[in-house]
T-cell receptor
Framework: DTAVSQTPKYLVTQMGNDKSIKCEQN?????MYWYKQDSKKFLKIMFS???????INETVPNRFSPKSPDKAHLNLHINSLELGDSAVYFC?????????????FGSGTQLSVL | QKEVEQNSGPLSVPEGAIASLNCTYS??????FFWYRQYSGKSPELIMS????GDKEDGRFTAQLNKASQYVSLLIRDSQPSDSATYLC????????????FGTGTRLQVTL
């Protein structure tokens, strides 16, 4: 039983396309996140949702739109993909929102924009 | 811009030695500090957390925190080849619940 699962694992697409990444957690956590890890391994938060409510929205192009239909799911839709969007995208969850909360990461989605 | 700095490495240590990984951070208000381990091609996993000055030990791992110097470190005793990975330091931003700033990680290689 995978705690935080995201699909697809690999995504190869052309510039200008629109794509989505899905994430689900079965841990009963209240808070979910999207992180982006670039080629230099720098891991940076993009969004965070707590009980379906957006609580963190970093300086991310508005081509990126998260959506949380319920607290167990957080999807990421990307419009008009650009070369610079190529990275590994990690979904994560934590028990609740708060300082010191342990993050549980999904296995990542490697996005390659050609 | 809050920053978390780590030496990218690779840090090479022989099997059985102590590996020392260091991290400095810029946000004086940070309260929570974490070490995540990331194997190549895998996702990060939490191995240590520390919240107050001093040392915290868990098995072969010891985290050390010095808030005055804005410095956190991770010691791995009796290093094993299976410890070879990238170690990410993460620090919460003061006043922002759940927001962690990660360093770029230190790649550790444990040699036989």
């Amino acid at each position: 039983d995978t705690a935080v699962s995201q699909t697809p694992k690999y995504l190869v697409t052309q510039m200008g396309n629109d794509k989505s990444i899905k994430c689900e957690q079965n841990l009963g956590h209240d808070t979910m996140y999207w992180y982006k890890q670039d080629s230099k391994k720098f891991l940076k938060i993009m969004f965070s949702y707590n009980n379906k409510e957006l609580i963190i929205n970093e300086t991310v192009p508005n081509r990126f739109s998260p959506k949380s239909p319920d607290k167990a799911h957080l999807n990421l839709h990307i419009n008009s993909l650009e070369l610079g969007d190529s990275a590994v995208y990690f979904c994560a969850s934590s028990h609740r929102q708060g300082v010191g909360e342990k993050l549980f990461f999904g296995s990542g989605t490697q996005l390659s924009v050609l | 811009q809050k920053e978390v700095e780590q030496n990218s490495g690779p840090l090479s240590v022989p099997e059985g030695a102590i590996a020392s990984l260091n991290c400095t951070y810029s946000d004086r208000g940070s309260q929570s500090f974490f070490w995540y381990r990331q194997y190549s091609g895998k996702s990060p996993e939490l191995i240590m957390s520390i919240y107050s000055n001093g040392d915290k030990e868990d098995g072969r791992f010891t985290a050390q925190l010095n808030k005055a110097s804005q410095y956190v470190s991770l010691l791995i005793r009796d290093s094993q080849p299976s410890d070879s990975a990238t170690y990410l330091c993460a620090v919460n931003e003061a006043g922002t619940a759940s927001k962690l700033t990660f360093g770029t990680g230190t790649r550790l290689q444990v040699t036989l």
